[in-house]
C-alpha cells in the first residue's frame, strides 16, 4: 500500500510499485493509493511523465500503472479501511484488501511525517497508534500471516512505535529526532526527484530477479546511515523469524513454489512422488511417513495386478502390460480388431 | 422388377454429394440447427478432440457429448490442416460419403431379403398371379434411391454431423437381422445404441426379425387360407407348413444374438474406458452422453418440439415433464411390438419415425434414416392417401424452417414462434406416415 503527496514521494511510490511488479505480484494484489497531482500538474514541464532519476531514463508514469485510489479518495479513512477490510458494500474489488490468514503484506508508506504521525493530503494525519489499532484489527480478522511495513518519512521508526501484534516487521527511514533526506535535486524539473531511503532500496533490488533468495537481512544491513544521513531503523520483536532465512521475495515479490509433472492432469490412481505434498514444516518424520505411503500404494497396485480384481485400476494394468504404448494406438488396434471380429463372424454365420 | 439404370443413378448421387462437398462451402449447413445438433455436430467432435489430445475429459466444459469411439475416428480427421483452411472438411465429408453409400447398398440388399421373404410367403398363400399382377418394383432398390437422392439426406451428409454414422449402424442392424446374422445385428444394435440412446428400443423388431424372420403377412391369412373349404388336405398340409415355416418363433438365433450382444457391448465399454483411461472414466461417460440426452440440458432450437416447452417449464416440474416426455416414447414400444409383431420391420421402420420426432435433439438425420425405410415398403406406398399433402408438407417446412429462423434470430422481426411452428408441422407430417402406413398396413 502507497500514499504519496509531493514530486519525489510520487516517484518514491511509483518506482517502488514498479519493482514490486517486476518481482511478479500483480496488480490485482497491489492497492496503491496516490494523490496523483504531478504528472499531469501545469508546473510539471514532463507532462504525464514522472522520473525518480535525473538521467529521465525511466518514466514511472507509463502505461502499467493502476492507481486505485486517486486525488481526494486518499484520506486516513479510506486508508484503515483498505487496511481492516471495513468498506461500504459498494466498494469495488479492485479497491479492497482481499488477505487471508496466510497473506504477507508489504505496506510502505512515504511522505511527510513526524513525531508519531503521517501527513495525509497537508490535512490530515494518521497517528501511530491509529495504525497500531487497524493492524491490531488485521490480526484479529486473520487478514495477514506476516507484515512488513516501511515508512519513508521524517522520524519515520516513531509511526509503528505502537504496534503490538505479532507477525509485524517495521522499518522506518529515520529515527526519531532525524529527518529524512531526499537524494538529489533535479535541475530540470526543479525539485528532488527520490528520497535517499527509497533510492538505496531500489538499487537493492535492481540487482534482484523474481528467483533471487537474498535475505531480509542482507537488506536491512545495506542501509548505511553515512548514505542515507539518517539511521534506518527496524522493528523486530514481534516478527518470529530470524531474518537471514526471510527472502525479500517474501514481501516484495511473489514467487509460488511449482512442482513439475509430467502431463497437464494426472489420473486418479497415480502413484508418483511428485504428487505427495510434503508438508512446509519439513518435518523428517512426515517425509518418511509420506514416502511409506506411496510405496504402501505402489505395492497395493502390485497386489491388485496378481490379484486381478475389477476395479477401474484394469485399465492400468492392461496397459502395462502393452508396456506404455499409447492409448490412441491401442484405440486404433482395437477397433480394427473389431472390425476383423465383426467380417469373420458374419462369414461363420453365412 | 428391376429398377432400370440404377448404377448410374446411385453413382450419380455420390458424384452430386462429392459437388456440394467440394464447392458448397458457402451453404454453412454445418450452423443449420435443423442438421446439426448438440450430439452430432462435427465442431463438437472437434473441440471435445482437441481436449482429450491435451489430456482433458473430452466432455469438460459440455461441448461433447457423443461417443469417445467417434473420437478416436474422426478426431484426428477433423484436425489435419495440410494444404488449404478446408482439407480437414474434405477428410471428413469424404468419410460421411462413403458412409452413406455403404448404407444404401445396406438398405438395397435388406429390401432384396424382405422381397424374397414376402414373395416366398405370397407363394406359400398360392397368391402368385396376384403377386405378378400388381405393382412390383424391387423394394431395395427403391429404398437405397430415395435413401441417396433424399435431400435431407444429402444435407445432412455434406453438413459436416454425425448423423450418418448412426444412419449407418440403425442399418446394419436392420440388415442383420433380416438376414439372420446374429452377430452383424448385435454389432448394430450396441453400436448403435452407444452412438444415440434411442435406437435400444430396436431391441424388440430385431428381435422379432430373428425369431420370425422377415416381414410376412399375418398368420390370420394363414388361418384363413387353411380354412377355406375347397382343400381341406391341402389346409392341413398348409396349416402344418404355415405352422412350421412362419409361426414357430425360434429361440436360437435370439440366443446368439444376446450372446452377440453382449460380446460386443462389452468390447465396446473396454475400447471406451482405454480411450477414457486418465480423463474420467465410464461414469463420466454416461452421465454426460445418455444423462444429457435424457435430461435435455442444452435448450438451442432444432426441429424438434421439446426445446420450446423445457424453456418455459417451471423447475419444480421439470424432472416431471422429463420423465414425461422419455415415457411418451417408451408407452408407445410395447402397444406397437403387440400389433405388428407380424411385421417386424415396418415395425422398426414406425420405431424409428417416433424416434425421429420424440427424441430430444431431432435433426435432418433423423428423419433421413426413416425415409430410407419407408422405401422398403414401396409396394403398400402405392395405396397410401394424403402423399400429396406430404410430399408437399416435407418441402415446405424444409424450406420454411431456414426462413423461420432466420427471421427469428438474424432479422429481429419474428420470434421463437415462427420458427417453433414450422417444427409443430414437421412433427404433425412425421405423425401422419406411420398413421397411413399402419392403416394400410393392418387393413
Known amino acids: 500500500i502507497f500514499y504519496e503527496f509531493n514530486y519525489r514521494h510520487m516517484a518514491n511510490t511509483l518506482s517502488l510499485y514498479r519493482t514490486v511488479k517486476r518481482l511478479g505480484i500483480p496488480d490485482e494484489r497491489i492497492i496503491l493509493m496516490l494523490a496523483d497531482d504531478m504528472a499531469c500538474n501545469p508546473r510539471n514541464n514532463y507532462p504525464a511523465q514522472v522520473f525518480n532519476n535525473e538521467n529521465h531514463q525511466l518514466n514511472l508514469y507509463g502505461d502499467n500503472v493502476e492507481v486505485d485510489y486517486r486525488g481526494y479518495e486518499v484520506t486516513v479513512e479510506n486508508f ?139 537488506l536491512f544491513n545495506s542501509y548505511d546511515p553515512s548514505m542515507l544521513l539518517s539511521t534506518a531503523y527496524y522493528r523486530m520483536d514481534l516478527y ?71 476395479s477401474h485400476g484394469w485399465t492400468e494394468v492392461l496397459l502395462e502390460q502393452l508396456e506404455g504404448k499409447n492409448s490412441d494406438v491401442v484405440v486404433m488396434y482395437g477397433l480394427g480388431t473389431m472390425g476383423i471380429l465383426l467380417a469373420i463372424s458374419t462369414w461363420l454365420s453365412m | 422388377m428391376e429398377i432400370r439404370h440404377y448404377w448410374s443413378m446411385a453413382v450419380a448421387a455420390v458424384g452430386f454429394r462429392l459437388v456440394l462437398v467440394l464447392f458448397g462451402g458457402d451453404l454453412h449447413l454445418a450452423s443449420r440447427p435443423e442438421v446439426s445438433t448438440p450430439l452430432t455436430s462435427l465442431r463438437r467432435l472437434a473441440e471435445g478432440y482437441w481436449l482429450k489430445q491435451v489430456s482433458m475429459s473430452p466432455y469438460s466444459g459440455s461441448m461433447y457429448h457423443g461417443s469417445p469411439l467417434l473420437l478416436s475416428v474422426l478426431g484426428p480427421l477433423t484436425s489435419k490442416r495440410s494444404g488449404g483452411h478446408h482439407s480437414h472438411i474434405y477428410c471428413s465429408s469424404l468419410v460421411f460419403v462413403a458412409v452413406d453409400f455403404i448404407a444404401a447398398m445396406l438398405i438395397r440388399s435388406t429390401g432384396r431379403t424382405l422381397q424374397m421373404a414376402r414373395n416366398r410367403s405370397l407363394k406359400s398363400l398360392d397368391l402368385t398371379k396376384s403377386v405378378n399382377n ?4 424391387s423394394a431395395g432398390d427403391t429404398a437405397s434411391l430415395i435413401y441417396l437422392w433424399n435431400p435431407w439426406t444429402i444435407i445432412t451428409c455434406v453438413g459436416s454431423c454425425t448423423s450418418p454414422i448412426e444412419n449407418l449402424m440403425v442399418v446394419i442392424m436392420l440388415h442383420g437381422a433380416c438376414s439372420r446374422l446374429a452377430p452383424l445385428a448385435a454389432f448394430g444394435y450396441v453400436m448403435a445404441t452407444h452412438l444415440s440412446l434411442y435406437p435400444a428400443i430396436l431391441i424388440l423388431p430385431v428381435a422379432l426379425l430373428l425369431g420370425y424372420g422377415p416381414d410376412t403377412p ?38 446368439h444374438f444376446i450372446l452377440w450382444v453382449f460380446i460386443w457391448s462389452c468390447y465396446v465399454l473396454s475400447l471406451n474406458s482405454i480411450i477414457l483411461n486418465k480423463v474420467g472414466g465410464l461414469q463420466e461417460m454416461f452421465e454426460k452422453t445418455y444423462g444429457f440426452i435424457l435430461t435435455v440440458k442444452d435448450l438451442s432450437p432444432n426441429i424438434g418440439v421439446l426445446w420450446y416447452f423445457f424453456a418455459e417449464v417451471f423447475d419444480f416440474f421439470r424432472s416431471f415433464f422429463l420423465i414425461v416426455f422419455n415415457m411418451n416414447i417408451i408407452f408407445m414400444v410395447l402397444p406397437l411390438a403387440i400389433r405388428l409383431k407380424h411385421r417386424p420391420c415396418f415395425l422398426a421402420f414406425v420405431y424409428t419415425a417416433i424416434v425421429a420426432m420424440l427424441k430430444s435433439y431431432p435433426s435432418a438425420g433423423d428423419s433421413a434414416l426413416y425415409l430410407g425405410l419407408l422405401g422398403l415398403f414401396a409396394n403398400e406406398l402405392a395405396e397410401m392417401q394424403f402423399t400429396f399433402f406430404l410430399f408437399f408438407g416435407y418441402i415446405g417446412v424444409s424450406l420454411l424452417s431456414p426462413v423461420m429462423h432466420n427471421l427469428w434470430i438474424w432479422r429481429g422481426t419474428g420470434n421463437a414462434n415462427f420458427y417453433f411452428a414450422t417444427g409443430l408441422a414437421y412433427t404433425c407430417l412425421q405423425v401422419t406416415i406411420p398413421l397411413c402406413e399402419h392403416n394400410i398396413e393392418c387393413s
Open chain 1, 240 to 310: 518470529k523469524r530470524a531474518l537471514n532465512e526471510v527472502p525479500v521475495t517474501n514481501f516484495f515479490g511473489s514467487v509460488m513454489k511449482t512442482i513439475h509433472t509430467d502431463s497437464a492432469y494426472t489420473g486418479f490412481l497415480a502413484a508418483h512422488d511428485a504428487e505427495l505434498p510434503l508438508s512446509v514444516g519439513n518435518n523428517i518424520l512426515d517425509h518418511v511417513m509420506l514416502q511409506n505411503e506411496a510405496s504402501a500404494r505402489r505395492s497395493n497396485i502390485e497386489e491388485m495386478n496378481e490379484a486381478q480384481l475389477m
Open chain 1, 80 to 218: 484503515l479501511r483498505v487496511l481492516t477490510g471495513r468498506h461500504e458494500s459498494a466498494v469495488p474489488r479492485s479497491k479492497r484488501l482481499l488477505s487471508d490468514e496466510g497473506s504477507h503484506i508489504l505496506l510502505y508508506m512515504t511522505g511527510h511525517g513526524g513525531d508519531e504521525f503521517l501527513k495525509f493530503q497537508d490535512n490530515e494525519e494518521l497517528q501511530s497508534h491509529d495504525l497500531a489499532d487497524a493492524v491490531k484489527q488485521m490480526k484479529e480478522k486473520h487478514r495477514f500471516k506476516e507484515l512488513l511495513i516501511m515508512v519513508d518519512t521524517c522520524q519515520a521508526a516513531t509511526l509503528f512505535s505502537q504496534l503490538q501484534s505479532p507477525g509485524v516487521l517495521a522499518i522506518g527511514s529515520s529515527m526519531k529526532g532525524e529527518n529524512s533526506y531526499s537524494h538529489h535535486l533535479d535541475s530540470d524539473i526543479g525539485v528532488s526527484v527520490v528520497d535517499r531511503f527509497t533510492f538505496h532500496t531500489l538499487a537493492f533490488f535492481e540487482k534482484l530477479n523474481m528467483y533471487s533468495n537474498a535475505s531480509l537481512n542482507s
Open chain 2, 134 to 137: 400388381s405393382v412390383n418394383v
Open chain 2, 218 to 255: 399375418p398368420t390370420k391369412v394363414f388361418l384363413q387360407k387353411g380354412l377355406s373349404a375347397n382343400k381341406i388336405d391341402m389346409s392341413d398340409n398348409g396349416k402344418g407348413t404355415s405352422q412350421k415355416g412362419f409361426g414357430q418363433f425360434s429361440w436360437k438365433p435370439i440366443l
